[in-house]
Every structure is written in structure tokens, then in C-alpha cells.
């Protein structure tokens, strides 16, 4: 009893203040990892009293030397002592406003992607980093890991983004692993050692479990073959720390049970620094790995809320009687619609062979259905399509993906992917990104390569396409960039003509969930003459001129909110 007794005076005096004040933090910011934000926090606490303990060691040093003696220039001594302390106090209190600074910074940018960018432009200037850069952890088709670099402090010259890592097999040599990266690394469940190799044992004399390691580092990138940077040769130094929170940007966001309480998944990010060789010589220092560990929870935080606004802006008004009756009816259709397909063209018996010319006139036939369904059925419920579709995920995936089906129909952009980019085949996010803006950029003549008729007849498609462009733009509310978000993966587009229309094939699957609780695979085809009547009920819907159509109102004032976030 009487060594508790000591033990708990001991603790209650040495970590005692610091762990009331780590417990404020925590009970205020509410860290995704509350066990490693307050490790974090009495590792930054420790390391401030060493400091404190090194500049008093330094002063007694110094007041017992001969040279200068204390005794003969007391004064000169205090006041250089005092000046030291007051540098230090200075310093850690400007880092303080700096990272508070940009944390509030962060939380006020209107888009996901700005949020990363902003973070690693300052974290580089921060720790002198040549660049930084994000990966988001997903699968591809095939079920691989892989790890996709989605942003960069340097986003104009990065060669990392949109590139890709896959995850080693396991069992592999190290030479067949040479070109598969080292940012797989920072995943690894390591059991813990002591430095003689024994495993580190509990209380009860049990090996401890493997834990995840808390960062790659890699001390000089041109000595390990496997740091190739995607074939452009650097010199330096990677530090790489792993990090997950909850994210809101998914299909199945929605939760019909309980809209309050949305459904999340858990997200693996991969923050990685690249520290020049010429500047330091010699691998990231412990602080540069410290201070990407402690503020990449800031990143994190950011983001989470980012996309917290952006899935309640989605939600919008989608509670709605008379809005979700439509919903659910018109997900009623849609589902007897796909029965009727699967009963007018039944798959191929299981081992059977079909010639590619039976799939193509298979693939047409259905197109031709689907074409025949569709477009009565979206041209008769326009106006509520178009409500719901800035409101319902999953119905702004549908329109939003045959408008932009239509502005490359119409000749828009230089190419396809330009227009409808995903940033990754194997995660759930596309950019719908804006080309040309009004008058700033003039369409080159190369790019009518697919246009449906040449000469003439293409500049009127680039002319409508310019104010079709427009009048969605407007619509959603957007000025620049319009995010879909959706769960679909389009691996292969192709442009073909069937009966004197242009129709667009593609196989997605289309997460529907929201609606109809199972996935719906949808052949997207389009036909041009369905882009005028979406034209002309568009102008209907939204005057440019007089500005007085309420859902201008509406649009404009849900994105002045988004943006004062």
C-alpha cells in the first residue's frame, strides 16, 4: 500500500498538470485517436521540459566558468540568459499562431482539394521540404491495394499525382519487389523487439502483438532501389506516416434508418515528405518526423469536416413528402424496367461462348431499351430531376454524368479525358473540371475531332455547348469545378453510331442504395436530340438575365454558405 501511495504522489506530481491540460485539449479538438493525440501532446510536453532543463543546465554551466565569470559581469550574464529564454518562449509561441493560424485556414476552405493543397504548401515551407504530397489508400478492380497520390504542394510540376503504388504480395523477394515502392511499408504490423532481436513480453511474459509502424523513413532515396519516384531521379531524403479518419464522400452516405446519423468509412491517407539531400545531407530529423505526425491530425480534421458540409449540402432538402414520394417511385420504375431487360435478354448460359460481334449486337439491343425507357421517362419528371439532383447523391451522378456525356457529344473539350477525368479507376471520386471559361478561352479547331458533323455545323455544336455549359454551371450552383461523387468504376468508354444516333456505352455500376437498397447497373447511352430538350427546359428553369428564378436564389445561397465554412 504504501508503494501505491508513492507511485500515484509520483505521477500525480510529474504528469500530473500536463495530462489535466492534454485532457482539455482532447475533450475540445476530439482527435480521431485519442490515445496517440495524448501521447503526442505529453511527448511535446517532455520535450519542452528538456529544453527548459538544457537552458538552465547551460546557465549554471555558464556561471561557473572563469570566462566569462557571473561574479565579474553579472549583468551581461542574466541579460544574455534571459535573451536566450525569451528567443525560445518567442519562437514556440510564433509556431503556436502558425499552426492555429492554419488550422483555421483550413477549416474555411471550400473544397476538399484545397484543404490538402493548402496543408502541404505549408508543411513544406514549414519543414523545408523539396515537396509533399497525399496518397489515398483504395483497391483497383482486381482487388489489389494500391495507394493513388491525389495531391501535392507543387500541383502545377508534381510527377507523384495521379500515379499509382500497389501493395507487394506477400512472400516476395526482395528483388521482385523492387519496383513496387516502399510507401506499403508504413501499413506493416511489426512485432516489437528488443536490440538483441528477443521480442518485447507483457506483464504476464507474452510476446507483444505486432503493431503498425509509426513511419518509413528513408535516408538517401538513391541507395534504396525501390524509391523510383515514377522514373524521375531525385536526390534526398522520404519520410512517409500513415493516417485514417472517417470520411462522408461515399455513395452509400445516406441513411435511410437514420438521416441524422449518416454512414461512414474509414479512410487510409498517406502523407509523405520529400527532404532535399543538398540542403540536409542526411535523413528527416526526429522533429520533421514529430511535427508531420502531430499536424497531419489538423489535415485530418480539416477534411473530415470538408466533407461533412459537403454530404449535409448534398442532403439538402431530400426529407422532403412530395420529393421523397418521387424518389421512390421513380426508383419503383427503374427497378421493373431492369427486370424487364433481364427477362428480354437473359444472359448467356454459364460456360457459353459468345462471339464479340453477338456481344456488340447484345450490348446495342440493350442500349436500344434502355434509350427507349430512359428518355420519356427523365424528359417527363425534368423539373424534379433537376431539384433532386442537387440534393440526392446519387441522382446528381445520373444527371451529371449525361450532361457531361452530352458536352463531349458536343465537341466541348480537347479530348474526353479532359472533360470526364476520374482521378482514380479504383476509388469513388470524379472531377468534373471546368476547360474553358466564358470568353477567357477560345476552343482550337483540333478539338472538333469528335464532333458529330464537321465545318459548320461544329462551331453551332461548340456554340450550344458553350451555353448549355454555361446554364448547368449555374444550375448547381458551381462557378469553376463541379465534384461527383459516386461508387461506380468506368473502366472503358467508346463513341459508336447505331441507328443514326450517337450513343455512349460504358459498364458502371451505380450505387443506388438511397433509393432502392441494391446496386443497378446502368449502360449509360445518350442520344443528341435529348440534349436540346434538356437545353430548353434548363433555360426555363433558370433566367440568367433577369435573376429572378428562385432556384438561383437558392443555388446561390447554399454556396455562399459552403463557402464562408
Not at 452509400?252 to 502523407?271: A, G, I, K, Y
Not at 456488340?360 to 440493350?366: F, H, L, N, S
Not at 439532383?389 to 473539350?413: C, D, I, N
Not at 479525358?417 to 479507376?425: E, F, G, I, K, V
Request: charged share 25%; hydrophobic share 35%.
Amino acid at each position: 500500500m504504501a508503494s501505491f501511495d508513492v507511485d500515484h504522489a509520483y505521477l500525480r506530481r510529474t504528469v500530473g498538470a500536463p495530462l489535466t491540460e492534454a485532457m482539455d485539449q482532447l475533450a475540445i479538438l476530439q482527435p480521431e485517436d485519442p490515445v496517440e493525440f495524448l501521447g503526442q501532446y505529453l511527448l511535446k510536453h517532455v520535450a519542452n521540459v528538456e529544453t527548459q532543463e538544457q537552458l538552465q543546465l547551460r546557465r549554471d554551466q555558464q556561471q561557473q566558468s572563469d570566462v566569462p565569470s557571473p561574479l565579474q559581469h553579472p549583468t551581461d550574464s542574466y541579460a544574455a540568459s534571459t535573451e536566450e529564454v525569451n528567443q525560445q518562449q518567442l519562437q514556440w509561441e510564433k509556431q503556436q499562431q502558425e499552426e492555429q493560424l492554419m488550422q483555421t485556414q483550413l477549416h474555411r476552405e471550400p473544397s476538399v482539394s484545397l484543404v490538402f493543397h493548402k496543408f502541404l504548401q505549408w508543411l513544406c515551407t514549414t519543414l523545408e521540404a523539396e515537396e509533399a504530397y497525399v496518397g489515398r489508400k483504395c483497391t483497383d478492380p482486381q482487388g489489389n491495394s494500391v495507394v493513388h497520390f491525389v495531391a501535392s504542394s507543387r500541383p502545377q510540376d508534381s510527377k507523384v499525382v495521379d500515379k499509382f503504388v500497389t501493395q507487394p504480395p506477400d512472400g516476395e523477394e526482395d528483388e521482385a519487389r523492387r519496383d513496387l515502392g516502399v510507401t506499403f511499408d508504413v501499413f506493416k504490423e511489426v512485432a516489437p523487439v528488443t536490440e538483441d532481436g528477443s521480442p518485447v513480453l507483457d506483464a504476464e511474459g507474452n510476446p507483444l502483438p505486432p503493431a503498425s509502424v509509426k513511419f518509413v523513413q528513408v535516408e538517401n532515396v538513391l541507395r534504396d532501389p525501390r524509391v523510383k519516384f515514377f522514373g524521375v531521379p531525385k536526390l534526398g531524403a522520404l519520410l512517409t506516416r500513415a493516417g485514417q479518419y472517417k470520411s462522408y464522400l461515399h455513395a452509400d452516405v445516406l441513411n435511410e434508418s437514420n438521416p441524422e446519423e449518416p454512414n461512414v468509412v474509414e479512410q487510409s491517407l498517406v502523407f509523405s515528405v520529400d527532404t532535399p539531400w543538398v540542403k540536409h545531407a542526411r535523413s528527416p530529423r526526429q522533429r520533421q518526423s514529430d511535427f508531420v505526425a502531430s499536424q497531419r491530425y489538423s489535415s485530418l480534421r480539416s477534411r473530415k469536416k470538408s466533407e461533412l458540409c459537403m454530404k449535409d449540402f448534398e442532403r439538402g432538402s431530400s426529407d422532403e413528402p412530395i420529393l421523397r414520394e418521387f424518389l421512390v417511385a421513380f426508383a419503383a420504375q427503374v427497378s421493373v424496367q431492369e427486370d424487364n431487360l433481364a427477362t428480354q435478354l437473359p444472359p448467356p448460359a454459364e460456360g457459353e461462348e459468345v462471339s464479340e460481334v453477338a456481344q456488340q449486337q447484345r450490348t446495342a439491343k440493350e442500349a436500344e431499351l434502355r434509350l427507349a425507357f430512359l428518355t420519356p421517362l427523365l424528359t417527363s419528371h425534368i423539373p424534379t430531376l433537376s431539384m433532386a439532383s442537387a440534393r440526392v447523391l446519387p441522382f446528381k451522378l445520373l444527371v451529371l454524368s449525361t450532361f457531361a456525356v452530352a458536352l463531349e457529344l458536343l465537341g466541348y473539350t480537347h479530348s474526353k479525358a479532359s472533360l470526364l477525368r476520374p482521378t482514380s479507376l479504383k476509388d469513388n471520386s470524379w472531377h468534373f473540371e471546368e476547360v474553358i471559361s466564358g470568353n477567357e478561352r477560345k476552343m482550337q479547331d483540333e478539338s472538333f475531332s469528335r464532333t458529330l458533323s464537321p465545318g459548320a455545323a461544329a462551331t453551332a455544336h461548340y456554340n450550344k455547348a458553350q451555353q448549355f455549359k454555361t446554364q448547368l454551371l449555374n444550375l448547381l450552383g458551381y462557378k469553376n469545378r463541379i465534384s461527383i461523387f459516386c461508387s461506380s468504376e468506368l473502366m472503358h468508354w467508346k463513341a459508336a453510331v447505331f441507328d443514326s444516333k450517337v450513343l455512349l456505352f460504358g459498364s458502371a455500376n451505380w450505387s443506388v442504395s438511397g433509393l432502392t437498397g441494391r446496386n443497378i447497373e446502368y449502360t449509360v447511352v445518350f442520344v443528341g436530340t435529348l440534349v436540346h430538350v434538356f437545353e430548353a427546359e434548363l433555360e426555363r428553369m433558370y433566367d440568367l438575365e433577369d435573376g429572378t428564378s428562385q432556384s438561383k436564389q437558392f443555388y446561390r445561397c447554399r454556396e455562399e454558405d459552403l463557402l464562408s465554412l
